[in-house]
């Protein structure tokens, strides 16, 4: 009943043209396995934005910038994409044994400011910023923005050559293997913002299947001096991470802060 009343509060804000807070909507991608075996292992990821994790019902994820790397850390392939209306989906062929990652890493500038009595936005790069947004403009306010998307698949035994971090944007270094997580065990996580540790980050962990439940389920968790953190998992199944951070390192002296974030999809298999 409780679930029921969420979604009539949702249709009735739309429908009365209020908006809703973007934090209500979740960006994913959802394997459909992690660890696999056997001579010819694919899967396929689906990818999308919703309220409800790994339900498709807002809109697709649009897969742009959406890279795979195989277990040497060469670039490999994401096949047979395609976007619909409410889900994107690839597949990945795990042609090498060893432990791939799936990556959409991006960012740009959002600024806002007047013009003769009305309000402006721009979203964009950082190299187009000069040239589109005034050098004059009145009430100037500008964030930068930096996103990142992973998750994990393992063919056979795990490795750990695309677990290391790039140093740009905020990261996740797992001391566990991503691809070895199992209900009832504790798993650990470092946390990294440019290459540095991420000490006293905010971390959300959910359990999928937030649909057919009334409690989220959320747990949420803090880094030590170091960036790590400990989960515990209570059960099998697909869980979703995501962990956002503000700072001041820009890439442009006019933005006045950064916003990071980080999300990944794990699997925890049952013991």
């Known amino acids: 009943m409780k679930s029921l009343l969420a979604r009539t509060t949702v249709a ?16 994913w991608m959802l394997p459909s396995a992690t660890v696999l075996s056997g001579q010819d292992p694919w ?4 990818a ?11 809109v697709p994820l649009r ?33 090498q044994p060893g432990t791939y990652k799936i990556a959409m890493a991006g960012g ?7 013009e003769n009595g009305q309000r402006k936005r721009w979203r964009g790069t950082a190299e187009n910023f000069a040239k589109e947004v005034p050098a004059n403009a009145e009430k100037l306010q500008v964030t930068e923005n930096s996103r990142r998307m992973e998750i994990f698949a393992t063919a056979g035994k795990p490795t750990d050559t695309v677990l290391k971090p790039t140093g740009k944007g905020l990261e996740l270094v797992p ?3 991503p691809n070895d997580l199992f209900a009832g065990e504790a798993a650990t996580f470092q946390f990294v913002l440019d290459g540095k540790p991420a000490a006293n980050l905010d971390v959300s962990v959910i359990p999928g299947g937030i649909r057919y439940r009334n409690d989220l389920g959320e747990m949420k968790l803090k880094t030590d001096k170091d960036g790590k953190l400990s989960v515990t998992w ?38």
């Open 48 to 58: 999308a934005v919703s309220n409800d994790l790994f339900y498709f019902e807002h």
């Open 12 to 27: 009735l804000a739309l429908a009365a043209g209020l908006t809703l807070p973007a934090a209500a909507h979740r960006t």
């Open 234 to 271: 209570p059960q099998p199944g697909m869980y979703w991470m995501e962990a956002e951070v503000e700072d001041t390192n820009t890439s442009i002296k006019q933005a006045a802060k950064r916003r990071a974030s980080y999300n990944t999809t794990l699997e925890v298999l049952a013991q």
């Open 43 to 46: 899967i396929t990821v689906d």
């Open 175 to 177: 001391v566990t293997h």
């Open 108 to 114: 740009g500038i959002m600024a806002f400011w007047e």
């Open 63 to 95: 897969l742009d910038g959406l890279q795979v790397f195989t277990p040497t850390g060469a670039e490999g392939k994401a096949e047979n994409q395609a976007t619909g209306k409410y889900r994107s989906t690839f597949d990945v062929h795990l042609d």
